[in-house]
C-alpha cells in the first residue's frame, strides 16, 4: 500500500499536546525536531523515487486507539492497538512498537504503518507513547514502556494475546529502548512504579532498527564536541559523556547482555554511526548462544523504515524472523 509523502502530513501533531485524566487538561511539551514533515523532504532531495508508507488500517484489521495504559498524577500514557479481527482460538503474540526521535522527538503514530502491517500478519501490536527528554529525562521513558508491558500482559485475555509471547520492535531511539527492554526484563532497578505493577515486564523477542546498544561508543558519545550542537544522549541523560559518564553507561544496553537476554534482530541502514555497539554485541550473544539475525539494507538514509520499497524488505526480515522467535504459525 503506497501512497504520495504530502497525502501523509495530516498525521502530525503540535508541538503541543494536552493529555486528560478525570477532567484535568495538562500541557505536555513536545520537540518537533524529528516529524514527517520534516523528514520527507530531506530523504526525497536524495531519494527522489522512495515513497512515504501509508498509515492506513488495512482490510481484516482492527484499531484501538488512545487507550491509557498508565496514569502518572494527572499524565495519562496512551497506547494504539491493532489485531487481526479475524477470531483465533489460540492467543496471539504482542508486539510492542516504540518511535524513535532521539529519546526527545517522534510520535507513535509515525509507526502506525509498522504497526498496521505486523496487524495483518496475525500480530496484536500496540503503538506506544513514552515520555521523551524535554518533559521528563532518563530513565523514565524506560518506566513508562516497561509499564506498558506490564498492563499489556495484565490483559492480556482481553485482547487475546499471548502473555508469553512479547516482542519490542523500534526504531533509531526506539530500537534502543527496545534492546534495553530485551536486555532488562524484570530487573527491579528499572521497573519504575507506573501503572499496573502485578505482572512481568520481560519480553521474548527484539526487533531493533537502526538503535544502538552502546552510548559510550565515540559515534554518539563523541557528538558533544560542539557546545552549540549537543547531543540527543545529552539532553536525555542529563549531561554530556565527559560529565556523567556512568549514567551513559548505565542506559546501554550492551552491558545487559546475559543468556537471559531475549533473542534480538538487527535492521540496519548504511549510516554506520548507528550501528554503535552492535558487532560487539552479536559477538557477546553468540558466547551466551542467544540467537540474532543481522540486515543491513544498501544505500539508505537513517528513517528508511518509514519509505518504500526499504519498508517492505525490512517488514520481510521482521516477520520471519517474529515468527521464528515466537513459533506463530498462521
Not at 42 to 67: C, Q, R, S
Not at 262 to 271: D, G, K, M, R
Request: neutral net charge; contains cysteine; hydrophobic residues 40%.
Amino acid at each position: 500500500m503506497k501512497m504520495k509523502s504530502s497525502s501523509f502530513l495530516v498525521m502530525l501533531i503540535p508541538a503541543i499536546v494536552f493529555g486528560q485524566t478525570e477532567g484535568t487538561r495538562q500541557e505536555i511539551p513536545r520537540d518537533t525536531s524529528f516529524t514527517i514533515s520534516n523528514t520527507v523532504p530531506k530523504v526525497l532531495k536524495e531519494y527522489p523515487t522512495v515513497t512515504l508508507v501509508a498509515a492506513a488500517v488495512p482490510p481484516g484489521v482492527k484499531a484501538m486507539e488512545n487507550i491509557v495504559y498508565a496514569t502518572d498524577g494527572a499524565r495519562a500514557l496512551h497506547l494504539d492497538l491493532f489485531m487481526p479481527e479475524e477470531k483465533s482460538s489460540t492467543p496471539r503474540p504482542c508486539v510492542l512498537i516504540i518511535h524513535g526521535g532521539g529519546w526527545r522527538s517522534g510520535n507513535r503514530q509515525m509507526e502506525w504503518p509498522m504497526a498496521q502491517h505486523l496487524a495483518v500478519k496475525g500480530y496484536v501490536t500496540a503503538a506506544v507513547e513514552y515520555r521523551l527528554s524535554v518533559e521528563a529525562m532518563y530513565p523514565t521513558g524506560i518506566y513508562d514502556l516497561k509499564a506498558a508491558i506490564r498492563w499489556l500482559r495484565a490483559h492480556a485475555s482481553s485482547y487475546n494475546i499471548d502473555p508469553e509471547k512479547f516482542a519490542a520492535y523500534g526504531c533509531s531511539a526506539g530500537g534502543e529502548l527496545a534492546a534495553f527492554l530485551g536486555t532488562t526484563g524484570d530487573m527491579k532497578k528499572f521497573e519504575g512504579t507506573v501503572g499496573e505493577t502485578g505482572s512481568s515486564s520481560r519480553i521474548q523477542a527484539v526487533v531493533d532498527i537502526d538503535g544502538i546498544l552502546d552510548f559510550s561508543d565515540p559515534a554518539e558519545s563523541g557528538k558533544d564536541t560542539d557546545p552549540a550542537k549537543p547531543s540527543a544522549g545529552k539532553a536525555w541523560f542529563g549531561g554530556s559523556f565527559k560529565e556523567k559518564p556512568e549514567r551513559w553507561k548505565e542506559a546501554s544496553p550492551i552491558h545487559y547482555l546475559s543468556k537471559k537476554t531475549a533473542p534480538i534482530l538487527f535492521v540496519n541502514s548504511s549510516q554506520p554511526r548507528f550501528h554503535a555497539g552492535r558487532d560487539e554485541g552479536i559477538g557477546i550473544l553468540k558466547q551466551f548462544g542467544v540467537y540474532t539475525e543481522v540486515h543491513t539494507i544498501a544505500n539508505t538514509p537513517h528513517p528508511f523504515w518509514l519509505f518504500h520499497p526499504w519498508f517492505d524488505e525490512a517488514l520481510g526480515y521482521i516477520v520471519s524472523f517474529l515468527d521464528k522467535t515466537l513459533a506463530h504459525g498462521r
